[in-house]
């Protein structure tokens, strides 16, 4: 079965740092590109970027572009999204998920391709 498990959310100041993790297992990792993928509270499911296999292709939201790094480790099973220069629009629930978002004509939580989330609070 697909797994996909989230960690690394928290609180934070704004202007901080976060790094979130999502641990990958029960498909073949190297095959597939990976997203992350934020709601807000009151709102709805926002692409926020996306890996292609080897890491050659990327995508950003413009809100979080310059500010936002997503990376994977193959050899891990692992993807991970380093954000920097946190505000208070960034809080949200952040969810791995195995799609590539920004070609996604309706995103929904309701798959096996997502995992739990993770929660992101910035204030001060």
């Known amino acids: 079965e697909v797994q996909l498990v989230e960690s690394g959310g928290g609180l934070v100041q704004p202007g901080g740092s976060l790094r979130l993790s999502c641990a990958a297992s029960g498909f073949i990792f190297t095959r597939y590109f990976m997203s992350w993928v934020r709601q807000a509270p009151g709102k709805g499911l926002e692409c926020v970027s996306s890996?292609?296999?080897?890491?050659?292709?990327?995508y950003y939201a413009d809100v979080v572009k310059g500010r936002f790094t997503i990376s994977r480790d193959n050899a891990q099973n692992m993807v991970y999204l380093q954000l920097d220069s946190l505000n208070s629009e960034d809080t949200a629930m952040y969810y791995c998920a195995r799609i590539r978002c920004e070609t996604e004509a309706r995103l929904s939580t309701n798959s096996n391709s997502w995992g739990q989330g993770t929660q992101v609070t910035v204030s001060s």
């Open positions: 890996i292609g296999s080897r890491s050659q292709i990327t």
